[in-house]
């Protein structure tokens, strides 16, 4: 997919978000502010998030043998370039990617929350500074947002060129479908 369409998706779940949620250039000058303590926390960050995802069944049949050491560098740079920055359209399209791989691994949005919440605990147990933890708060807000949107975008895009059916009508089925089993 291209770069300009992973902007458009950030962009679009970004402007869906109250704008109170939303990380703001401000969020990222707070972690700027704490960031040598915020990068000491990478290895147990890291090994935290991995162990998890490995010691739960539905999470654990994602993996592909051996691939944990590229995953966790991986997050690894996820956490400096958010950290470090910059925290910019290009940023936001990467987590807009994430959101693309996360429908090829078959990760659901359910597994990803529950990962992006270990996140702030981390860090909250370590620097537990009210600044600190509201930015971070709305960084994965915005992150869980923007991959969530992703996910949902991809998978109508998907089935409007494998079909032909228009998104529109994609939407319209499914608010029907929900509307009748609302009535069950």
Partial sequence: MKREKLKEIARQAMEDMAQEARFRPEDHQVLLKHKDR?????????????????A????????????????EKTLRDWWRRTIEGPVD??????QAYVGLLHVK?????????GQAFLIENVVR????EPEVVEALGRLIATVAAIIAHGYEKIQLLSVEETTGIGQDLIRTNVR?????LLEE
Avoid: Q, S
């Fill in 105 to 113: 691994r078959v990760v659901t949005n359910p597994m990803m929350l």
């Fill in 176 to 180: 029907i479908g929900v509307e009748k």
């Fill in 125 to 128: 147990r370590h620097v537990n």
């Fill in 89 to 94: 359209e290009d940023y936001w399209a990467w």
């Fill in 38 to 54: 915020l990068l000491a926390l990478t290895d147990e960050l890291v090994k935290a998030f991995y162990d998890t995802l490995f």
């Fill in 56 to 71: 739960t069944p539905n999470t654990r049949k994602v993996f592909h043998e051996g691939e944990r050491p590229e995953r």
